[in-house]
């Protein structure tokens, strides 16, 4: 089945440093991967789709300039937290759909997430 | 927007039983997942459900599209299956954007 490759798992960062994440798909062509950051006990946030070759779209109240991402090929998107200061610790997943839709595809597949605290 | 509502919140079991937990939409969808999160965050998809009933093991879903519910059965519960259960919906003629529930909480006792 589709596998979507998540880096790091967990970093642990210096306030105002930047970290970034990766996302991989590894056995399909993702033209969109979308992000979610997660805070304890709660659901998942979605913070912003991504298209490859295209600016991201950004939910709203979601700092663009804060979260950079790039969606460079059909099979990697980063995201880039800049300027990390506490509150931005949290829990970091991204997702993935092949395209085009057809007949075998079985929903969206999620990466392992990446835990981030921020010191 | 669409309104993704699961029930019940919270869910502890004894190992062995039963269970079913419930997700409610407020609008026509073109597809739902259901997805388990386990103690370490790993989002697992436990079925890809638009519409009718499949099973897989212990575990079974049904969607009644026209009455805008899921529902996802356990039975005979192990530890293995806690975690967090979450519903996902993309709305019709939407932007193929999932929208997700708060999730049920469950804890499986042994």
């Known amino acids: 089945g589709a596998v979507v490759s998540q880096h790091p798992s967990r970093v642990i960062c210096k306030s105002g440093t930047s970290v970034k994440i990766e996302c991989r798909s590894l056995d399909f062509q993702a033209t969109t991967m979308f992000w979610y950051r997660q805070f304890p006990k709660k659901s998942l946030m979605l913070m912003a789709t991504s298209n490859e070759g295209s600016k991201a779209t950004y939910e709203q109240g979601v700092e663009k300039d804060k979260f950079l991402i790039n969606h460079a090929s059909l099979t990697l998107s980063t995201l880039t937290v800049t300027s990390a200061h506490p509150e931005d610790s949290s829990f970091y997943i991204c997702s993935a759909r092949d395209a085009p839709r057809t007949r075998k595809w079985s929903g969206y597949t999620f990466g392992s997430g990446t835990r981030l605290t921020v010191v | 927007g669409i309104q993704v509502e699961q029930s019940p919140p919270d869910l502890i079991l004894q190992e062995g039983a039963n269970s079913t937990l419930r997700c409610n939409f407020s609008?026509?969808?073109?597809?739902l997942q259901w997805f388990h999160q386990n103690p370490w965050g790993q989002l697992i998809n436990l079925f890809y459900i638009p519409s009718g009933t499949k099973q897989n093991g212990r575990l079974s879903a049904t969607t009644v599209a026209t009455e805008r519910y899921s529902l996802l059965y356990i039975s005979s519960s192990q530890t293995t299956d806690s975690g967090v259960y979450f519903c996902a919906v993309e709305l019709s003629g939407g932007s193929y954007i999932p929208t997700f529930g708060r999730g049920t909480s469950l804890i499986v006792h042994p």
């Open positions: 609008d026509s969808v073109n597809n």
